[in-house]
């Protein structure tokens, strides 16, 4: 790991990292052709926004998966409630008729729930055998 990839703050340094995946609402097959690319999109620009570096984004046909780089004050919830809320509201902005055909009832992309793992650049036992080996 390049010391690059360490974020450089007034009072820290840190490297965090976080494992996404997003649902459509009731698994919805909509991620092909240019709302696939348009949803990238979206993600990317509210990223950017925010100072959220992607360090990888693909998606399959009703799910996203994306390895996020965050900043220390930022918690996952903020994230994940910004990600769904820009994407959805570009979405239905720039495609209405595509999901108006799926989601008659109300503006909707995505599950209410999401998947979050931290990632790390050793593993949980090299940090368990370090701390020990402390005093």
């Not at 007034?10 to 097959?29: A, E, G, S």
């Not at 690319?37 to 046909?61: A, L, P, V």
């Amino acid at each position: 790991m390049s010391k690059d990839s360490y974020q450089h703050r007034k009072h820290n340094k840190n490297l965090l990292m976080v494992h996404l995946i997003f649902v459509t609402k009731y698994r919805k097959i909509l991620f092909v052709g240019n709302f696939r690319n348009d949803i990238k999109q979206y993600i990317f620009d509210t990223c950017k926004k925010y100072g959220w570096y992607i360090k990888r984004m693909e998606t399959d046909k009703d799910h996203i998966h994306i390895l996020l780089q965050y900043n220390p004050t930022d918690s996952i919830t903020r994230i994940v409630s910004a990600l769904k809320q820009h994407s959805t509201y570009h979405a239905w902005k720039n495609h209405e008729s595509l999901l108006r055909s799926e989601y008659w009832k109300e503006k909707t992309l995505w599950s209410d729930g999401y998947f979050a793992a931290s990632i790390g650049q050793i593993s949980q036992t090299t940090i368990e055998k370090y701390i020990a080996s402390q005093g």
